[in-house]
């Protein structure tokens, strides 16, 4: 019975803090790309990080126009999480090996981020081929996946109308998931 209690609260640990630092990042990758700060799913994000990201602001400031203060929320939560999921399991978490963990976490979950909208832009744009700078979800996919999208689009140009640059930027993201992978081996 308390194998139960223990994957049960597994579970909950990994989505709320899984949910939360999603948002996190999603709003980290938005403002270093500048996407449009007044669409309404950006301010969703906004008013959500905002009760832990504006003390942190104080205390920490922006660097070039790079967030520092999402960073280190970012990695307190990712390292918060492991040290519950550590604790939940019985183990006894050991510093280095636990930020190490959240590090690479993180950048996996950059990494399939940009992956899964790089290939959510691809479906939508067989949906709406013209209309995504419309859409509010479509104008962040886009804004986010761009400058991806650009140096690929430089590598492949257009084949008979046909943008092949996803291919390439999907490709490249895989290959850095297997890189990673591999170097933590």
């Known amino acids: 019975m308390s194998s139960f209690f223990t994957e049960a609260s597994v579970l909950i640990v990994q989505v709320v803090f899984g ?23 950006s301010q969703f ?14 205390i920490i400031p922006g660097f070039f126009g790079i967030d520092l203060a999402s960073l280190v929320l970012l990695l307190a939560l990712q390292l918060l ?32 981020v940009y992956f899964y909208a790089v290939l959510l832009r691809v479906i939508l744009s067989w949906f709406m081929p013209y209309g995504m700078r419309h859409n509010p979800a479509g104008d962040l996919l886009v804004s986010l996946t761009e400058p991806l999208m650009r140096p690929a689009r430089r590598l ?9 640059s996803p291919i390439v930027v999907l490709v490249a993201l895989q ?7 591999h170097l933590l081996r």
Request: hydrophobic letters at 60%; a positive charge.
């Open 156 to 164: 492949i140009p257009a084949v008979g109308g046909l943008d092949l």
């Open 81 to 112: 999480e492991v040290y519950a999921l550590s604790w939940i399991n019985g183990l006894t978490p050991v510093m280095l090996p636990l930020v190490l963990a959240a590090v690479v976490t993180l950048v996996r979950l950059t990494l399939n």
């Open 19 to 41: 949910l939360y630092i999603l948002a996190v990042l999603l709003r980290f990758l938005f403002q270093l790309v500048r996407a449009d700060f007044y669409n309404p799913i």
């Open 175 to 181: 290959l850095l998931q297997l890189a990673l992978a």
């Open 45 to 58: 994000l906004v008013a959500l990080t905002n009760p832990l990201l504006k003390p942190l602001r104080r």
